[in-house]
């Protein structure tokens, strides 16, 4: 059962909020390049400076920033959320709600099994499901699975691609890249060329950083 929880306050800043003892702050950024500038995050929001992520019940929302910087021929742009997600717990980022592409999911779909030859995909967002587990000595293990809700005429639902997971462990406080459209993976790059198209933008990558009190 899915939870909503609201970080409310206008001008609420990530680097200041509280981390709560045995929550796991994970800050994930989508840095890109493109002919034109985003004009902020697509998430749930409620009032001036509120922002509504949809979780688990053990995850915990933030709030979202935007910050972006022109020159003559292109924008430069990073776009930057956080999570606070209880130890162990699972939140879920969203990466395009709607693709405008779908044939590669409905294909990587049926190649792997996940759906039958039958489904017709109509609709197809990302996300990705962010899962830290706090560790000895200012460690933490961090696990990333991209996961896909698609519409069809057979029915909707949810997959978690679980072959393209990622797990890594990080000191706290430690950035590390773990996805781009010039990497390797296949399930992340078809994720951020969906992105790039959505947002006009290019070279997408996304770093992740998390962070324990």
Same mark, same amino acid.
């Given at each position: 059962?899915?939870?909503?929880?609201?970080?409310?306050?206008?001008?609420?800043?990530?680097?200041?909020?509280?981390?709560?003892?045995?929550?796991?702050?994970?800050?994930?950024?989508?840095?890109?390049?493109?002919?034109?500038?985003?004009?902020?995050?697509?998430?749930?929001?409620?009032?001036?400076?509120?922002?509504?992520?949809?979780?688990?019940?053990?995850?915990?929302?933030?709030?979202?920033?935007?910050?972006?910087?022109?020159?003559?021929?292109?924008? #430069?742009?990073?776009?930057?959320?956080?999570?606070?997600?209880?130890?162990?717990?699972?939140?879920?980022?969203?990466?395009?709600?709607?693709?405008?592409?779908?044939?590669?999911?409905?294909?990587?779909?049926?190649?792997?099994?996940?759906?039958?030859?039958?489904?017709?995909?109509?609709?197809?967002?990302?996300?990705?499901?962010?899962?830290?587990?706090?560790?000895?000595?200012?460690?933490?293990?961090?696990?990333?699975?991209?996961?896909?809700?698609?519409?069809?005429?057979?029915?909707?639902?949810?997959?978690?691609?679980?072959?393209?997971?990622?797990?890594?462990?990080?000191?706290?406080?430690?950035?590390?890249?773990?996805?781009?459209?010039?990497?390797?993976?296949?399930?992340? #790059?078809?994720?951020?060329?969906?992105?790039?198209?959505?947002?006009?933008?290019?070279?997408?990558?996304?770093?992740?950083?998390?962070?324990?009190?």
């Amino acid at each position: 059962m899915l939870g909503w929880l609201v970080f409310l306050g206008p001008g609420a800043d990530a680097q200041t909020s509280l981390i709560p003892p045995g929550h796991v702050k994970v800050t994930v950024e989508f840095r890109q390049e493109g002919q034109r500038a985003q004009r902020g995050i697509d998430v749930k929001g409620t009032g001036p400076g509120g922002t509504v992520v949809q979780v688990d019940p053990k995850g915990v929302t933030g709030s979202a920033r935007v910050q972006v910087q022109e020159s003559q021929r292109t924008i #430069r742009q990073h776009v930057e959320s956080f999570l606070l997600v209880q130890d162990g717990g699972e939140a879920r980022l969203t990466v395009v709600e709607q693709v405008p592409e779908i044939v590669w999911f409905q294909q990587y779909a049926h190649r792997h099994s996940y759906v039958a030859a039958a489904v017709v995909f109509r609709q197809v967002g990302t996300f990705l499901a962010v899962r830290p587990t706090i560790l000895a000595d200012q460690r933490i293990r961090v696990q990333i699975t991209p996961q896909i809700s698609y519409q069809s005429d057979q029915g909707d639902g949810t997959i978690a691609l679980v072959e393209a997971s990622t797990e890594v462990v990080v000191h706290t406080g430690q950035p590390i890249t773990i996805g781009g459209t010039d990497g390797r993976g296949e399930v992340m #790059r078809q994720f951020l060329l969906g992105y790039e198209r959505v947002n006009q933008a290019n070279h997408v990558s996304i770093v992740l950083t998390a962070e324990t009190p």
